[in-house]
């Protein structure tokens, strides 16, 4: 029983994975033939062959790529068509009586994604996919969507090289979505999200930061300058309020020993559209 049941689990899940869509044929066996004889379906189509005759019957592709055991009266076989093509058949019993299945392609697909999901501003991503026919001189269509933006825009028209592959190289402001369009058949959707650029320099004795993105303003937000631990945890130190040019001069509170320094921002400050994100490193040591 217990195998039974495994085996009513395998059928049901290949069940679930058949193409969306997917249709069953039905041919019937007569004395005088098959009925239709000849059919055309689609990519990932059954077709399933019943004996309406009183006397036995046997399909089989004239290629050899599918055959059904003996159907007597009442019985029935059936095949997936997982290739396109034209594919004749015959009864093995009877050989006078045939048909033919003509299976239509597979409908245009293709594949697209971002290299870098996650960008710090100023950084490139690469769009990129493979069309389905795998062939050069495609065209494709690549549409973003950034934040804010109430419907997609077009974003570039690229040509597809050996084997079908296309790639758009972009660099994001704030986060965006992407997709492509090759034919009338859009791709899934990809999308970057981005981190605003912090920079951290001495200056003077004292230090500077910044937070840059495109033409936004992070005047009036805060950042905080915060320490390493010895435990390897970032402990926050300073809260600094931004002026009107995203940017701040501050002291670093005084602290024997080597410590090292970032300046982060939370995902609230941010704000919408952006990610939290850090400058890099100040390593300050004092006696």
Do not use: C
Not at 14 to 34: D, M, Q, R, W
Not at 216 to 245: D, E, M, N
Not at 254 to 264: A, D, E, K, N
Not at 275 to 286: A, E, N, V, W
Request: no cysteine.
């Amino acid at each position: 029983m217990r195998r039974l049941a495994l085996v009513a689990v395998a059928l049901a899940s290949l069940v679930v994975a058949a193409p969306a869509g997917a249709a069953t044929i039905h041919v019937s066996i007569k004395k005088s033939g098959f009925v239709p004889s000849a059919v055309r379906i689609n990519f990932g189509d059954t077709v399933t062959w019943t004996n309406t005759d009183t006397s036995n019957h046997q399909v089989v592709a004239n290629n050899g790529s599918f055959a059904s055991p003996i159907l007597g009266p009442r019985q029935s076989y059936s095949f997936t068509f997982k290739t396109a093509g034209r594919f004749p058949y015959h009864d093995a019993i009877h050989p006078a009586l045939k048909g033919v299945i003509r299976v239509n392609g597979p409908p245009p697909s293709l594949t697209f994604g971002a290299t870098n999901p996650i960008v710090v501003y100023g950084t490139q991503t690469t769009l990129n996919g493979t069309v389905s026919n795998k062939k050069a001189a495609e065209t494709v269509t690549l549409f973003q969507q950034p934040w804010g933006q109430v419907s997609p825009i077009q974003l570039a028209v690229v040509q597809t090289t050996t084997g079908g592959v296309y790639s758009f190289t972009t660099t994001p402001s704030i986060y965006t979505t992407y997709f492509a369009q090759w034919r009338s058949t859009k791709s899934q959707q990809a999308t970057v999200q981005v981190k605003p650029k912090i920079t951290f320099t001495p200056s003077g004795g004292r230090f500077y930061t910044t937070v840059r993105a495109a033409d936004h303003s992070w005047a009036g937000h805060f950042v905080y300058l915060q320490r390493l631990s010895r435990f390897g945890q970032w402990v926050t130190t300073k809260k600094l309020k931004l002026g009107p040019r995203s940017a701040r001069l501050f002291t670093i509170p005084r602290r024997r020993g080597l410590t090292i320094y970032r300046v982060y921002i939370t995902v609230n400050q941010a704000g919408a559209g952006y990610l939290d994100s850090h400058s890099g490193t100040q390593r300050i040591r004092r006696r």
